[in-house]
């Protein structure tokens, strides 16, 4: 089975901050890889499709790259409504659909 | 647009049989996968299984012997049973669509794009 592991684990930045959150497959899964948001008490929402596709309706300032066993969401520019976890998913493998552990992103 | 709404106990006894149901809305059940995906408190995401609106389903190997997902396409629903539940099984349950997006060269990506509100279950005698 392919192992999602996310670093880090959770980070502190400031409202205008460039962020960086890096998602690692246990094998390659070329670009079945996608990115998820979640909010406190609230159902995750898409944000990122096939590495690298933003999801229609999500800020530009959401990016997606990588391929293979290595991927990243960056935030250019951190908005106080992005503070909330992050969750990685790939969709390469059957079964598919393994989620990474999350990143959670809060003030600092 | 399509909305998602999980429905069902929100307790269930140990051993006994944890059952769901997910109604979509504004959109039909055919032609799409659909999910289960639960969250133990304070913890992560994990995917429980997909069925096609044809009834196909794959589920995850660490659940399979428990689970059984089905849809009833007259009813635009799909549910989701599990059997024999500790409470391990406690968390939100989410139901999600999953949407197929194909490539001029005819690789398939998918994703989940709508998602239920989610339901509790507690799994306590």
């Known amino acids: 089975d392919i192992q999602m592991t996310q670093s880090p684990s959770s980070l502190s930045a400031s409202v205008g901050d460039r962020v960086t959150i890096t998602c690692r497959a246990s094998?390659?899964?070329?670009?079945?890889l996608n990115w998820y948001q979640q909010k406190p008490g609230k159902a995750p929402k898409l944000l990122i499709y096939?590495?690298?596709s933003l999801q229609s309706g999500v800020p530009s300032r959401f990016s997606g790259s990588g391929s293979g066993t290595d991927f990243t969401l960056t935030i250019s520019s951190l908005q106080p409504e992005d503070f909330a976890t992050y969750y990685c998913?790939?969709?390469?493998?059957?079964?598919?659909?393994?989620f990474g552990p999350g990143t959670k992103v809060d003030i600092k | 647009q399509v909305q998602l709404q999980e429905s069902g106990p929100g307790l269930v006894k140990p051993s006994e049989t944890l059952s769901l149901t997910c109604t979509v809305s504004?959109?039909?059940?055919?032609?799409?996968?659909w999910s289960w995906i639960r969250q133990p408190p304070g913890k992560g995401l994990e995917w429980i299984g997909y069925?096609?609106?044809?009834?196909?389903?794959n589920y995850n190997p660490s659940l399979k012997s428990r689970v059984t997902i089905s849809v009833d396409t007259s009813k635009n629903q799909f549910s989701l049973k599990l059997s024999s539940v500790t409470a391990a099984d406690t968390a939100v349950y989410y139901c999600?669509?999953?949407?197929?997006?194909?490539?001029?060269?005819?690789?398939?990506?998918?994703?989940?794009?709508?998602w239920g509100k989610g339901t509790t279950v507690t799994v306590s005698s």
């Open positions: 998913q790939q969709s390469y493998s059957t079964p598919g659909f393994t």
């Open positions: 504004g959109g039909s059940i055919s032609s799409y996968y």
């Open positions: 096939a590495a690298s």
């Open positions: 094998q390659s899964i070329s670009s079945y």
């Open positions: 069925i096609y609106y044809s009834g196909s389903t």
């Open positions: 999600a669509r999953i949407h197929g997006y194909s490539t001029q060269l005819g690789y398939y990506y998918y994703y989940m794009d709508v």
